[in-house]
């Protein structure tokens, strides 16, 4: 056998790999956020969904098709990080790379901080007072009721898309692309244009919404 086809038979393992499924594990941690000022969460490569919820304590579950490492929760100075352990192995599972879930007690009051490469962004009605994001190549979707905090939003590659229910929230926006197109579809007033950035008022302006892009498209709708 030639290594020409020792190599289609070792992609073919892969692919069956990719393929089967053997189903989700979950992980779950908690902790307390109490007297915490900071949380940051650091993602990587790995899907990312973030929402707040009527608990006590933040949990952070990981969803794994396989074994390996998994959350890793530091604390310290007011400061709480989340980030998972790395993994070589996760290089060649294609298709069973694992979900990282975080839900954050409604009552928080802190700022959340989220980083990451090429993993994607969810965000679901998030109640701190400020959220900031930067990506690299992963998309970042936001849902929210209504805006009650600053969001400050900044990927190089990935889309954004801000769907809001309220299409009248109390917020001065900014937005910035590079090469990427911006689609709004909620009425500014005041609004500016100019260089690829947009700025704008929608209600009493009492919130700063800022969403930046290199080469990625911003949707608002």
Not at 111 to 135: C, H, R, W
Request: net charge negative.
């Amino acid at each position: 056998m030639n290594k020409y086809c020792v190599y289609l038979l070792l992609v073919g393992l892969l692919f069956l790999s990719a393929c089967s499924n053997h189903g989700e594990k979950a992980e779950l941690q908690t902790i307390s956020l109490a007297d915490i000022d900071l949380l940051h969460i650091d993602h990587g490569s790995t899907t990312l969904e973030v929402e707040s919820a009527d608990i006590e304590s933040l949990e952070a579950t990981l969803l794994m098709k396989h074994n390996g490492p998994g959350v890793v929760i530091d604390e310290g100075n007011q400061k709480i990080k989340i980030r998972l352990k790395s993994d070589i192995k996760r290089i060649f599972n294609i298709g069973k790379m694992p979900k990282l879930l975080i839900r954050i007690p409604n009552n928080y009051e802190g700022i959340v901080t989220i980083e990451g490469s090429s993993g994607n962004v969810k965000i679901n009605n998030l109640n701190a007072p400020q959220l900031d994001i930067k990506g690299s190549s992963g998309n970042v979707s936001l849902e929210y009721l209504e805006i009650n905090s600053d969001i400050n939003v900044s990927v190089k590659s990935g889309n954004l898309l801000f769907n809001l229910e309220d299409k009248d929230p109390n917020v001065q926006w900014f937005l910035q692309s590079g090469s990427g197109r911006q689609s709004i579809a909620i009425p500014l007033d005041h609004r500016q244009q100019s260089n690829r950035k947009t700025q704008g008022q929608t209600g009493d302006g009492r919130f700063n919404v800022q969403l930046q892009t290199t080469s990625g498209n911003i949707t608002i709708q």
